[in-house]
């Protein structure tokens, strides 16, 4: 069974930065992209970014060039750079992993959320 564990939320000051990491366990299959979701309250889950395994990046206008996605494949694991927080970045960010299992099938993986809140 896949696992996906997240850290690296906290609590920071607005300009300040954090390093969110997902680590894939189990018996993880070699997943098509990974990325990374937020959910503020009351607002719904938004991407914030995303990384395909041919290594193509897609980034919320709200986070570009403050935010960045990479990932370790060694390790399976992705992580989401982030600078230059404001307020708005407050939200609990969810890790996702996709398996593409034929051309009209994806399975998602996702993980239990971490908090990150910016004050101001």
């Known amino acids: 069974q896949v696992q996906l564990v997240e850290s690296g939320g906290g609590l920071v000051q607005a300009g300040g930065s954090l390093r969110l990491s997902c680590a894939a366990s189990?018996?993880?299959?070699?997943?098509?992209?990974m990325a990374w979701h937020r959910q503020a309250p009351g607002k719904q889950r938004e991407l914030v970014a995303s990384?395909?395994?041919?290594?193509?990046?897609n980034y919320a206008d709200s986070v570009k060039g403050r935010f960045t996605i990479s990932r370790d494949n060694a390790k399976n694991t992705v992580y989401l750079q982030m600078n230059s927080l404001n307020p708005e970045d407050t939200a609990v960010y969810y890790c996702?992993?996709?398996?593409?299992?034929?051309?009209?099938?994806?399975?998602?993986?996702w993980g239990q959320g971490t908090q990150v809140t910016v004050s101001s």
């Open positions: 996702n992993a996709v398996q593409f299992v034929s051309i009209a099938r994806r399975v998602d993986y």
């Open positions: 189990g018996n993880s299959p070699s997943f098509n992209a």
């Open positions: 990384l395909t395994s041919r290594g193509i990046t």
